[in-house]
């Protein structure tokens, strides 16, 4: 069971990013899936999470509204597409899923999460 996170980089304020999470040896269909990051000297927080029981991803606060999540099951694959990003958003950025059952209180925490990526990083700076 691997998950690969790519599609990070350097943008400028208020640019986009997509990032990526393709699955292998699994298959994400029927997986809670989240997208994390861990900006420096920061804790790890919950930015986005779709649970198997409902297909309406869930957003963090400091994100929402700018951010969209979205599967391609035939391609075996989730994304995180990065609109109007700005500094705050600079990290480490992970992806994560999980075939146990999450709930919404749950879907933004870290241990709720059995299989990891390997990060990729997004910076945001002029």
């Known amino acids: 069971v691997q998950l690969q996170a790519s599609g990070g980089g350097l943008v400028q304020p208020g640019g986009s990013l997509r990032l990526s999470c393709a699955a292998s040896?699994?298959?994400?269909?029927?997986?809670?899936i989240g997208w994390f990051r861990q900006a420096p000297g920061k804790e790890r927080e919950g930015v986005s999470c779709?649970?198997?029981?409902?297909?309406?991803?869930s957003y963090a606060n400091s994100v929402k509204g700018r951010f969209t999540f979205s599967r391609d099951n035939t391609k075996n694959t989730v994304y995180l597409q990065m609109n109007n990003l700005n500094p705050e958003d600079t990290a480490i950025y992970y992806c994560?899923?999980?075939?146990?059952?999450?709930?919404?209180?749950?879907?933004?925490?870290?241990?709720?999460?059995?299989?990891w990526g390997q990060g990729t990083l997004v910076t945001v700076s002029s």
């Open positions: 994560a899923a999980t075939r146990r059952g999450v709930i919404l209180s749950q879907c933004h925490r870290d241990e709720s999460y059995d299989y």
């Open positions: 779709s649970r198997q029981s409902s297909g309406i991803p």
């Open positions: 040896g699994f298959t994400l269909r029927g997986y809670a």
